[in-house]
């Protein structure tokens, strides 16, 4: 069985989001980055049936400009075995991005793709969902839970209700929930291996897929500024105000 | 033309966010129409045949819609997609489910989980975990949305009595099947939905501590949250966690106990109507954003809170 993992690097979830001031987008310069996190779950969750001896090869693939290599170097030294890195040097829509892995997966040819149910920079919560329609397959999304037999997946999702179990069958995209396992670290000996593991270079352009964005961003703004509140004296100041002024309790 | 809701129900009865989505589905234009794809799902098309602020509902009724998996309802809506404008869903696990399969397939660039509509092809929506708002416009004909239910009221149940049409189903591509369901036992509201959301953070010190947030809890009907560091030093489960990597709460009051206010904390709960904080640290970041502000001892506070509600004679639940 072969594994394709789709990461993207994206701005640390530690760092505080600054907007620039013409409204442009956010400070990315001199700005922290590291892979999406529910990504190094699709990561680590392909790196274990490895280990199993469920999956025999795991591909890690990112798009976006020259750093982005970044993060499939990050897979590599967690596991995967070889990179792809499709070089793309502005922002790409969720619907251009799963063209592109579609382009990628009709080459390798992958049984499962993993990735994470989201970006914590867009937000969107697109990618794989687009990529699973595109390619006629099923999709397990939100998965906390997966369990890989000889021609399907069942997969336990992270649901509104409480848990969704379904069973998809293979080929299928799985996205991952932050709850689906624990990201190992990378050894020091494990990332020096991992410098000498291959890293193909694609060309966003050059792979005859329309990758046009479809969404003007017209402008970015700081969420509305709390205005600092008061402190109380108290408990029973507390609940007075809850109660009298807020109008809450 | 007309816009298109993807009602998510359990085939006896509307979720309510459903409502949330025909009151933002009708800002973008009054001739709303409302699918629901489901198995027996009578009662629902009853249900939303009632609400005013729908002009038409259509009903497909169908085996393999029972448990609105996305693989089934997606060639329906796709089907349908070619009469409206605009396809709208809940931004939650439902809409979040199959509305990009849909925008896949008519090559549209999905925008998602919507906060306000300026117009009918231009929307705020939050990014980086509601630490920006970006303004965008979509230039793709047909435009696939989910909307923020939090940010928009639930439409009226009443008062309308449209037309229910009634739609054939059409063939499904077989290749995913449900197998179960466990709804989270609690008797307490959805942490996503509660009216009241009370939290604990590494303040607490420990899980067995987390029984004087939950008398709280229960005194005001609310949901208990924690924070990031809460979970990972192992005092409550996952499944209660606020925050970037976690749950994005809007609750009409947020009480943090013993929570700092690390910023992958304050973008899951800065929305809230009103934030209370209990901390000891005076200078603690989640006392700049909070509209009441208590500086003590947690173990001394949460029982005098717990006393105080209980001089209330009433308390909205």
């Known amino acids: 069985m072969k594994i394709l993992v789709a990461v993207k690097r994206v701005i640390d979830y530690n760092v505080q989001i600054r907007v620039k001031e013409d409204g442009k987008g956010v400070q990315t310069d001199n700005v922290k980055m590291s892979t999406n996190p529910p990504d190094d779950n699709a990561i680590e969750e392909a790196v274990k049936l490895k280990e199993s001896n469920k999956a025999k090869e795991v591909i890690a693939v990112t798009i976006g400009e020259e750093k982005a290599q970044e993060t499939v170097r990050k897979a590599l030294a967690v596991g995967a075995d070889r990179g792809i890195h499709v070089k793309a040097d502005s922002y790409i829509e969720p619907l251009g991005v799963a063209k592109i892995l579609k382009k990628v997966i009709e080459k390798e040819k992958p049984d499962i793709v993993f990735m994470g149910k989201q970006a914590i920079d867009d937000d969107c919560n697109q990618t794989g969902q687009m990529l699973s329609s595109m390619l006629g397959w099923a999709q397990g999304t939100f998965a906390s839970k997966v369990e890989v037999k000889e021609k399907t997946i069942q997969v336990t999702r992270e649901v509104d209700e409480g848990l969704e179990t379904i069973e998809i069958n293979l080929p299928a995209v799985v996205t991952c929930d932050l709850r689906l396992n624990e990201p190992r670290y990378a050894s020091l000996p494990n990332i020096m291996k991992a410098k000498k593991k291959p890293i193909e270079q694609l060309i966003a352009k050059d792979l005859g897929v329309d990758i046009s964005n479809r969404i003007q961003q017209l402008k970015v703004e700081e969420p509305p500024k709390r205005k600092g509140g008061v402190k109380v004296a108290n408990v029973a100041e507390l609940v007075s105000k809850l109660k009298n002024e807020a109008k809450v309790i | ?317």
């Open chain 2, 1 to 317: 033309m007309s816009v298109l809701v993807i009602a998510e129900h359990d085939n006896s009865k509307l979720r309510t966010f459903s409502l949330n989505s025909i009151n933002a589905a009708s800002k973008i234009n009054s001739d709303v129409h409302v699918l629901v794809a489901g198995s027996k799902c009578d009662n629902v098309c009853k249900e939303v045949a009632a609400v005013s602020l729908v002009k038409k509902v259509l009903q497909s009724d169908s085996a393999n819609y029972e448990n609105y998996l996305a693989e089934n309802l997606t060639p329906l809506v796709v089907e349908l997609a070619e009469k409206y404008t605009h396809i709208i869903a809940s931004a939650n696990t439902f809409g979040k489910n199959f509305m990009p399969r849909v925008a896949a397939l008519l090559d549209t660039s999905q925008v998602s989980d919507i906060v306000k509509i300026i117009s009918e092809d231009t929307f705020v929506r939050p990014i980086y975990a509601g630490n920006a708002f970006a303004t965008v416009k979509s230039n793709d004909k047909k435009k696939c949305i989910t909307i923020r239910p939090t940010s928009f009221d639930a439409a009226p149940t009443s008062g309308g009595s449209s037309s229910i049409e009634k739609i054939e189903a059409i063939d499904v591509p077989n290749i995913s099947k449900f197998i179960k369901r466990e709804e989270t036992k609690s008797e307490r509201p959805e942490l996503g939905t509660a009216r009241v959301v009370i939290s604990g953070g590494r303040g607490m010190q420990s899980g067995e501590n987390f029984k004087l947030i939950n008398a709280i809890a229960d005194k005001l009907n609310a949901a208990v949250g924690a924070s990031r560091a809460a979970v990972d030093a192992g005092y409550i489960s996952n499944d209660h966690q606020v925050g970037q990597t976690g749950k994005v709460v809007v609750p009409d009051l947020y009480i943090a106990v013993g929570i700092s206010g690390a910023i992958q904390h304050l973008a899951g709960m800065k929305e809230s109507k009103i934030i209370v904080a209990i901390n000891k640290d005076g200078e603690a970041p989640i006392f700049s954003i909070a509209d009441y502000g208590l500086e003590a001892d947690l173990f001394e506070a949460l029982p005098q809170f717990l006393e105080e509600l209980n001089k209330l004679n009433t308390i909205q639940k």
